[in-house]
């Protein structure tokens, strides 16, 4: 019995490596998408500082500031009791 050499093909492996460096892509990119979209929807979380030192709430409020309705789907800041709002209300 004769033992036969087998050729391997390299369009196998390049396929295969053409397809693995496009899913590297594609997660590569999905990662920087969803990190650019975080930092700028959550853009308050990172840089906004209150005056009291601390970092505002997930609306953007600081202490003793309510989130309320300004109308026209606005919501704003507004202290307890008072008409300072940010942004302010026309």
């Not at 998408?33 to 840089?47: C, D, M, Q, R, T």
């Not at 505002?56 to 026209?72: F, H, L, Q, R, V």
Request: glycine residues 12%; charged residues 20%.
């Amino acid at each position: 019995m004769k033992m036969e050499r087998i050729k391997r093909s390299n369009k196998n492996t390049t396929n295969t490596r053409f397809v693995f460096w496009i899913v590297v892509a594609f997660l590569f990119g999905a990662l920087v998408g969803y990190s650019a979209h975080y930092g700028v929807v959550n853009w308050h979380g990172f840089f906004a500082v209150c005056q009291d030192g601390n970092r505002p709430d997930k609306n953007g409020c600081c202490a003793g500031e309510i989130y309320t309705d300004a109308g026209d789907g606005w919501m704003v800041c507004c202290p307890d009791g008072g008409d300072n709002c940010f942004p302010p209300i026309k």
